[in-house]
T-cell receptor, first 113, second 115 residues
């Protein structure tokens, strides 16, 4: 069974540009979660999608946005990149209505220069 | 406010000794509790979970955790640490009421096992 896959593995962008990160959940999982892991700050919850809808949002500015497609894959977009957006972005998937753990992808390392 | 606390930023233990990584939570109701491990430059890997039943939960790689409802704690333990256990450990709680079922995360504890 394929795990959660994220692309690209690494992404280097210039301040002010836009970044698009992609996530494919485990087959059958309908929920996708996005997290930001910046150095020294632990895991910061960004967004939660389930069945194509945004269910919850963390304390991030609107320039962080995303969507979930009919096949449950997801995209995270970060507009007007700032240097402090440099971080590891992790995607996780799970069944929404079942009490099971979330499975994580390997992450996308975004570097803003 | 709902929260998860991992009171120790770093835990150091000698190889072969028992280890404990602490986690306490403040979440109403009967939450689900999880431990994850993160190796350098990798995503998180699930270790174990508590949903209901026996308070002692056994998970991957010889880890176990004890749920203590009165102390609202879910400490991670291993009887004999290995150097390869050195990693970042995260405790998470999933609120299980209403429509808000997102995971609430601790800030992580860095475990260093010394040979």
């Amino acid at each position: 069974e394929a795990g959660v896959t994220q692309s690209p593995t690494h992404l280097i962008k210039t301040r002010g540009q836009q970044a698009t990160l992609r996530c494919s959940p485990i087959s059958g999982h309908t929920s996708v979660y996005w997290y930001q892991q910046a150095l020294g700050l632990g895991l910061q919850f960004l967004l939660w999608y389930d069945e194509g809808e945004e269910r919850n949002r963390g304390n991030f500015p609107p320039r962080f946005s995303g969507r979930q497609f009919p096949n449950y894959s997801s995209e995270l977009n970060v507009n007007a990149l700032e240097l402090e957006d440099s971080a590891l972005y992790l995607c996780a998937s799970s069944f929404y209505r079942m009490a099971v753990e979330a499975f994580f992808g390997q992450g996308t390392r975004l570097t803003v220069v | 406010a709902q929260s998860v606390a991992q009171p120790e930023d770093q835990v150091n233990v000698a190889e072969g000794n028992p280890l404990t990584v602490k986690c306490t939570y403040s979440v109403s109701g009967n939450p689900y509790l999880f431990w994850y491990v993160q190796y350098p430059n990798r995503g998180l890997q699930f270790l174990l979970k508590y949903i209901t039943g026996d308070n002692l939960v056994k998970g991957s790689y010889g880890f176990e955790a004890e749920f203590n409802k009165s102390q609202t704690s879910f400490h991670l333990k291993k009887p004999s640490a290995l150097v390869s256990d050195s990693a970042l450990y995260f405790c998470a709680v999933r609120h299980n009421a209403g429509n808000n079922r997102k995971l609430i995360w601790g800030l992580g504890t860095s475990l260093a096992v010394n040979p």
